[in-house]
Antibody, heavy 123, light 107 residues
Framework: EVQLVESGGGLVQPGRSLRLSCAASGFNFDNYAMHWVRQAPGKGLEWVSGISWKSGSMGYADSVKGRFTISRDNAKNSLYLQMNSLRAEDTALYYCAKDKGWQLVRSGGLDVWGQGTTVTVSS | DIQMTQSPSSVSASVGDRLNITCRAS??????LAWYQQKPGKAPKLLIYAASSLQSGVPSRFSGSGSGTDFSLTISSLQPEDFATYYC?????????FGPGTKVDIK
């Protein structure tokens, strides 16, 4: 079964850091680009970051650029999101999602999603 | 950055209705557009990719069309399980952006 399982969310104070992880199974992880998408409570979807199959290309939303870093370990079938200098507006459910293709742009959309991990930034 | 807009923002419809949702990009994105369905408390589900390609397992009552800046998602005959929120997303260039969503509820 194709599956993505996120972990690492929690309650964190503004300005602190958190690292999210996503464990993939049931497919050849190193053949596909991967993404993080978030959804604030009661709001729409916001693409956060993406990484190509061999980590050669990465992209970030303007709202997180310079604070968040995406990475992957193909040997461990895992995707990560290092989140630094967290702000209240980063509070959201964070989804890990698989791309239909290997490249990061001009591919087919996000066809497999995890159930998400919740990040709450509050003092 | 490419901005995505959707209309309507919400719609009330009945089972059996034909429904069209439109999505507009602030600049041309060729056919690099996807549509997703999200139900409350659930992760989004890919319906359509590359503007008009039906994702495997998605019922044929869903279809997509368009290119450049103007796109649409059509549900030919609404079923009870189709009441949800629908999002478009451009995958042409960074940063990827989602539309604000269209909520479809029961009339």
């Amino acid at each position: 079964e194709v599956q993505l399982v996120e972990s690492g969310g929690g309650l964190v104070q503004p300005g602190r850091s958190l690292r999210l992880s996503c464990a993939a199974s049931g497919f050849n992880f190193d053949n596909y680009a991967m993404h993080w998408v978030r959804q604030a409570p009661g709001k729409g979807l916001e693409w956060v970051s993406g990484i190509s199959w061999k980590s050669g290309s990465m992209g970030y939303a303007d709202s997180v650029k310079g604070r968040f870093t995406i990475s992957r370990d193909n040997a461990k079938n895992s995707l990560y999101l290092q989140m630094n200098s967290l702000r209240a507006e980063d509070t959201a459910l964070y989804y890990c999602a698989k791309d239909k293709g290997w490249q990061l742009v001009r591919s087919g959309g996000l066809d497999v999603w995890g159930q998400g991990t919740t990040v709450t930034v509050s003092s | 950055d490419i901005q995505m807009t959707q209309s309507p923002s919400s719609v009330s419809a009945s089972v059996g209705d034909r429904l069209n949702i439109t999505c507009r990009a602030s600049q041309g994105i060729s056919r690099w557009l996807a549509w997703y369905q999200q139900k409350p408390g659930k992760a989004p589900k890919l319906l359509i990719y590359a503007a008009s390609s039906l994702q495997s397992g998605v019922p044929s009552r869903f279809s997509g069309s368009g290119s450049g800046t103007d796109f649409s998602l059509t549900i030919s005959s609404l079923q009870p399980e189709d009441f949800a929120t629908y999002y478009c997303q451009q995958a042409d260039s960074f940063p990827f952006t989602f539309g604000p969503g269209t909520k479809v509820d029961i009339k």
